[in-house]
């Protein structure tokens, strides 16, 4: 079944290290984003990506990094400089050209805490 | 900017009453998109549906139907006959037509239904 895979599904890290955070799709769809979700709170997107090696900043990137080296694959590094990374994760995909109209495909999530 | 609000945060109703989520939003634009996604236990987040500015047709779907009033800058949600799948939190998102992708979400409302 074609869908999105996010790993781990729960994460611990320590403060000052970096974490990659994978997210993998065999929808063939051309944009991935990334969003994060903290408690009592609506979705935010950190970065999203038309194409391959082409990557844009969201509403709230400062602390993120991302790449897309192939199409299928848009992993997240929160780095040492995110503040207050603790949060659930989800990543997406949509098919065509980024517009307003994209119907999001979304992944189970990764939930990330900062000890 | 554009907005969205949720202003109900919980809500918790006896299985097969019927129940409806508001959503209000705010935007300067005259071409958008609204959309509601269900985000059960599990974490992701599943589509529902899509309404672009100009179509004020009301939906229904199963015992799903859509409320869009374009005069009080509302798409409410309604369950009838609710059942205890039906338990989630549940999105309203709101984008522009045009450029980049530029989803805002509402906070959310958790729907309980007991049996």
């Known amino acids: 079944d074609g869908g999105i895979t996010q790993s781990p599904k729960y994460l611990f890290r320590k403060e000052g290290q970096n974490v990659t955070l994978s997210c993998e799709q065999n929808l063939n769809h051309d944009a991935m984003y990334w969003y994060r979700q903290d408690p009592g709170q609506g979705l935010r997107l950190i970065y999203y990506?038309?194409?391959?090696?082409?990557?844009q900043k969201g509403d709230i990137a400062e602390g993120y990094s991302v790449s897309r080296e192939k199409k299928e694959s848009f992993p997240l590094t929160v780095t040492s400089a995110q503040k207050n990374p603790t949060a659930f994760y989800l990543c997406?995909?949509?098919?065509?050209?980024?517009?307003?109209?994209?119907?999001?495909?979304f992944g189970a999530g990764s939930r990330l805490t900062v000890l | 900017a554009q907005k969205v609000t949720q202003a109900q945060t919980e809500i918790s109703v006896v299985e097969k009453e019927d129940v409806t989520l508001d959503c209000v939003y705010e935007?300067?634009?005259?071409?958008?998109?609204l959309f509601w996604y269900k985000q059960p236990p599990s974490g992701e987040l599943v589509f529902l549906i899509r309404?672009?500015?100009?179509?004020?047709q009301n939906e229904i779907s199963g015992r799903y139907s859509w409320n869009f009033q374009k005069s009080t800058s509302s798409f409410n949600f309604t369950i009838t006959a609710s059942q205890v799948v039906d338990s989630a939190v549940y999105f309203c998102?709101?984008?522009?037509?045009?450029?980049?992708?530029?989803?805002?979400f509402g906070q959310g409302t958790r729907l309980t239904i007991n049996p």
């Open positions: 990506s038309q194409i391959v090696n082409d990557f």
């Open positions: 935007t300067r634009d005259t071409t958008y998109y």
């Open positions: 309404r672009n500015s100009f179509d004020e």
């Open positions: 997406a995909s949509s098919t065509g050209r980024i517009s307003g109209a994209n119907v999001l495909t």
């Open positions: 998102a709101l984008s522009e037509s045009q450029g980049a992708q530029k989803l805002v």
